[in-house]
């Protein structure tokens, strides 16, 4: 997204609710919340029967059978079925990634438009059989006459073999999961359990306010029933956050991280329309923002660096390309996984040292006004479907500018695997 490169418009974006895992969508699944955004998203902007250059649309946690969802979902989208689509992953960063690959084409000239889309759900998981059966089942596969396949169904068979695997939360390398992690970071970084609760708060207010003021009036498009996020609290006190007790960390007594403070698992989906000016124009179409540059970093969290740093790597890299410094947003839309890593990222990028010594800077990259943070609520009050996140933050941050007029966005993801995915939205 250079300047020798064409300009990456954010037309709007779209997105149902988010809901608590095992609620509302139970039974939905990806395809059926991928469908239902993209189809949103044709009928928003009139897209029926259009071929765009791309649709990348991805899902974190997805069976087997859906190694094609992106593809799939076009295909029941509304749009043209000579639209190509790539199913992608990159955890939490998932959909602002895919904005970047659509991005990235319609910068080169390679095409003119694209969807950037994600859907996540913690309730129609894949569940499979330990390795012992897997390979069992195999071995019969390969067996040539039906007495060799009886003798290998049954040879040195237990009844624990048929015990069910679900897919887990925990980091393959650490074996912690994020929240463990993250309390490590909280630790580290000397993140108070009041603060953290503090913020859990404000993103609720804030959300319910937004609400109230029509602002997702035409992002979010009502679905089985559903009209606002369910993890939407907008009574929530800080007395009520205060008596949660430790969600990770249940053993110590110095355990910060809670429910309240803390994600909860969710189910949802969010599309993202991207494309260069003279496609929009010639849509009659209106741009709301500019993708002006991205970046992605990755931390060493398996020899100690905080596993969601990786955000606060990728951010400085990000400005020093663009000649911009922390201070020169309007608005910063930074992912609440956890109350206690948005005031790490904070923290450390208002210290001297953690700046010098792994950033390379020569002073801080200093602190932000906090009232340009997650202006609308954020994934604490909204839920985090994975793969969904980055597209609604990308459209919710692409209409405040519109409706300012001017100005500038950072976005801010981290994700699980150490890494972080950045953006620069401006107007």
């Known amino acids: ?96 990634d895919n904005a970047i690959i659509v991005a990235n084409k319609i910068a080169a000239g390679q095409i003119e438009a694209g969807i950037a889309a994600g859907s996540d759900t913690t309730s129609d998981v894949p569940i499979v059989y330990g390795e012992r059966l897997r390979k069992r089942l195999l071995a019969v596969n390969r067996a040539k006459t039906p007495m060799e396949k009886l003798k290998t169904a049954f040879a040195g068979f237990s009844l624990g073999e048929l015990k069910p695997s679900f897919p887990g939360v925990a980091e393959p390398r650490t074996g912690m999961s994020m929240g463990q992690h993250c309390e490590k970071m909280a630790k580290e970084w000397h993140i108070t359990r009041q603060a953290q609760d503090q913020l859990a708060l404000e993103s609720h207010r804030k959300l319910a306010a937004a609400y109230d003021a029509g602002f997702f009036d035409d992002l979010i498009v ?48 969010a599309a993202v329309l991207l494309a260069s000016d003279g496609w929009a124009a010639a849509r009659g179409l209106t741009v709301q923002a500019w993708l002006r540059d991205a970046e992605v970093a990755a931390v060493d969290f398996v020899r100690g660096e905080g596993l969601l740093m990786a955000p606060t790597v990728a951010v400085p890299r990000m400005l020093a390309r ?103 939205l401006e107007r």
């Open 222 to 269: 009502p679905f089985r029933g559903i009209k606002r996020d369910g993890f939407l609290r907008p009574d929530t006190t800080l007395e009520k956050l205060a008596a949660l007790k430790p969600a990770f960390d249940k053993s110590s007594g110095q355990g910060t991280l809670t429910a309240g403070n803390s994600t909860g698992l969710s189910d949802g989906a």
């Open 322 to 424: 663009q000649g911009l410094t922390l201070q020169d947003f309007d608005y910063y839309e930074i992912h609440e996984a956890f109350a206690a890593q948005v005031l790490c990222t904070l923290r450390a990028w208002e210290s001297a040292d953690y700046c010098k010594q792994r950033l390379g800077l020569d002073a801080p990259l200093g602190s932000i006004d906090p009232a340009r943070l997650n202006v609308h609520g954020s994934s604490l009050a909204t839920g985090h479907p994975f793969a969904a996140t980055g597209a609604r933050i990308l459209a919710t941050l692409a209409k405040m500018l519109e409706q300012k007029g001017s100005g500038r966005g950072l976005i801010s993801i981290c994700t699980a695997g150490g890494m972080g995915v950045t953006a620069i």
């Open 1 to 96: 997204m250079e300047n020798s490169q064409r300009r990456v418009g954010v037309i709007g974006g779209v997105r149902i609710p988010f809901c608590r895992n095992n609620t509302a969508y139970a039974e939905v699944g990806n395809f059926g919340m991928s469908v239902k955004v993209l189809g949103a998203l044709v009928e928003r902007f009139a897209l029926h029967g259009e071929e765009l250059g791309e649709v990348a649309l991805g899902a974190v946690i997805r069976h087997s059978f859906e190694w094609n969802l992106a593809r799939e979902a076009v295909l029941s989208s509304g749009l043209a079925p000579t639209t190509p689509a790539i199913t992608t992953a990159r955890a939490c960063g998932t959909s602002l």
